[in-house]
């Protein structure tokens, strides 16, 4: 068994201000690095550190260097990975303030260069044991989707940014990962978390979705049951790329043959080691790390009832 991860690299640069730049306002930066990242890659390194084979599939330019030391440093087989020598890797501009949050441009780059024939180069690989995991920062993804759908494909999307390039019909999604947001722009509607999932379950009843509250916790929902987990207390410092972390964990352990509940709890905590530290894949703990939180802890999955 395995991962396919097929999405974003992108070269990250953080910038550490007081405040979120404003309109009509030049601010300079207490801080500035560039770092690795993209969803699909720091899913994709997330993955790989939590013990599953992971396979990186996406386009990156000329610039790729910080990108495949990335991947290679967190043991991810890059053989799917397309370099471009004429065109440049997506790009992050994110700003980072005090109390850790974050706000991000992104420049898609290469990200937005991938064609059906990309797709079907990664897909003939994939065994009916296999994961794929993807998200919405490449283009073409409808393309994907129908491809994924005809193969029969076990696929976790996470849906983000959510734009009009997400398919309209998510039947080929087995497990949807999303956040507050996220769900509410999905479904075109607000209300209470456990409301929202099973709004998701009405229309896609076959399929499963976890549902990330912050630091409220998380929630999981299927046509069987309900479950909430709630999140480990951190002293936060960067957030980015937290939501990336919790998605590899949960999706190497689904891989590994974990019980959902366990899924939950080693997302949960390598996500709330991710944000005591700087940077996306950068931050991602290993496996051994986030064992030595749980083992220390007393905070267990929940029947969604239990939801504080």
Not at 75 to 104: H, K, L, T, W, Y
Not at 110 to 128: P, Q, R, S, T, Y
Not at 197 to 202: A, I, M, N, Q, R
Request: contains cysteine; aromatic residues 6%.
């Amino acid at each position: 068994m395995a991962v396919f991860v097929i999405g974003s690299m992108n070269i990250d640069m953080f910038f550490d201000v007081d405040h979120f730049v404003r309109a009509k306002e030049t601010l300079l930066p207490d801080r500035c690095e560039v770092l690795p990242g993209g969803k699909g890659l720091n899913q994709a390194c997330a993955c790989s550190k939590a013990g599953a084979k992971t396979f990186m599939a996406g386009k990156i330019g000329s610039d790729r260097k910080i990108l495949l030391d990335a991947l290679n440093q967190a043991r991810v087989d890059a053989r799917f990975v397309q370099i471009d020598e004429n065109d440049m890797s997506g790009r992050a501009i994110i700003q980072r303030d005090p109390s850790g949050e974050n706000c991000i441009l992104l420049v898609p780059g290469l990200n937005h260069a991938l064609e059906c024939e990309d797709f079907e180069n990664v897909l003939e690989k994939i065994g009916e044991n296999d994961i794929v995991l993807l998200q919405n920062e490449i283009s073409n993804l409808c393309v994907l989707a129908k491809l994924l759908k005809e193969k029969g494909a076990f696929v976790v999307f996470n849906p983000a940014p959510v734009t009009d390039s997400i398919p309209k019909d998510l039947s080929f999604v087995s497990i949807l990962v999303v956040n507050e947001v996220e769900i509410e722009q999905l479904l075109s509607k607000t209300g209470d978390p456990k409301k929202l999932c099973e709004e998701w379950l009405g229309s896609y009843p076959d399929s499963s979705i976890v549902l990330t509250l912050s630091n409220h916790g998380s929630m999981f929902a299927n046509r069987n049951q309900m479950l909430f987990m709630p999140s480990f207390p951190v002293n936060a410092i960067d957030t980015t790329g937290a939501g990336d972390t919790y998605i590899g964990y949960f999706c190497a352990l689904l891989d590994q043959g974990s019980e959902i509940e366990s899924a939950l709890q080693f997302a949960s905590a390598a996500a709330a080691l991710s944000v005591t530290r700087a940077g996306a894949a950068t931050s991602i703990p290993e496996r051994k790390e986030v064992e030595a939180l749980i083992e220390k802890s007393d905070i267990l999955c929940q029947r969604a009832n239990q939801m504080v």
